[in-house]
T-cell receptor, first 112, second 117 residues
Framework: GDSVTQMEGPVTLSEEAFLTINCTYTATGYPSLFWYVQYPGEGLQLLLKATKADDKGSNKGFEATYRKETTSFHLEKGSVQVSDSAVYFCACDFSGYSTLTFGKGTMLLVSP | GAVVSQHPSWVICKSGTSVKIECRSLDFQATTMFWYRQFPKQSLMLMATSNEGSKATYEQGVEKDKFLINHASLTLSTLTVTSAHPEDSSFYIC?????????????FGNGTRLTVT
């Protein structure tokens, strides 16, 4: 069945380090792909999205490219900040009706 | 931007009592709202899809009689946890999709931390 697999955390980095959080999906079709961020005690905020192959979503220095050939949507940022510390969720909409399937989330901890 | 307000942000209740959580879309109409449950250090699990004016669609394994969902208007959906027990303690999050835009991103509330003692 359709599923989302996300690398486990926590990911611990120093400020200004390069970030990659891997996300792959299994699907019979072509889902829309999302990255959400959750700060402590808060709900989820959409970080970026891509709706078709080769689309690149970007926001706040984060990027992710929809790779159909590898069924991946890895999140990257060239230089992380302490304020980026949060839990990041990869999500897929397999249905086309906003019924999202989430990965398990990856906690990012950035130290000064 | 689209704002979803969830209330209360946290609640503590005694075992056996019922708790109602509200989810409001403040500046847009939401024909569809979604309710999620999040366990510590785990992902969000979809509990049910709430459609305005009709019965909610529950995911497999979710007890509809325990988690009552009402979506009486285009801006309000409520989740009532009936006869709560300690195992119902969790973080509940709602989300809403802007009316008429299938495949659009969801807007999430800030969640409700429920603790049942």
């Amino acid at each position: 069945g359709d599923s989302v697999t996300q690398m486990e955390g926590p990911v611990t980095l120093s400020e200004e380090a390069f970030l990659t959080i891997n996300c792959t999906y299994t699907a019979t079709g072509y889902p829309s792909l999302f990255w959400y961020v959750q700060y402590p005690g808060e709900g989820l905020q959409l970080l970026l999205k891509a709706t078709k192959a080769d689309d690149k979503g970007s926001n706040k220095g984060f990027e992710a490219t929809y790779r159909k050939e590898t069924t991946s949507f890895h999140l990257e940022k060239g230089s992380v900040q302490v304020s980026d510390s949060a839990v990041y969720f990869c999500a897929c909409d397999f249905s086309g009706y906003s019924t999202l399937t989430f990965g398990k989330g990856t906690m990012l901890l950035v130290s000064p | 931007g689209a704002v979803v307000s969830q209330h209360p942000s946290w609640v503590i209740c005694k075992s056996g009592t019922s708790v109602k959580i509200e989810c409001r879309s403040l500046d847009f109409q939401a024909t569809t709202m979604f309710w999620y449950r999040q366990f510590p250090k785990q992902s969000l699990m979809l509990m049910a899809t709430s459609n305005e004016g009709s019965k909610a669609t529950y995911e497999q394994g979710v007890e509809k009689d325990k988690f009552l969902i009402n979506h009486a208007s285009l801006t309000l959906s409520t989740l009532t946890v009936t006869s709560a027990h300690p195992e119902d303690s969790s973080f509940y999050i709602c989300s809403a999709r802007t009316q008429g835009t299938a495949n659009s991103p969801l807007h999430f509330g800030n969640g409700t931390r429920l603790t049942v003692t």
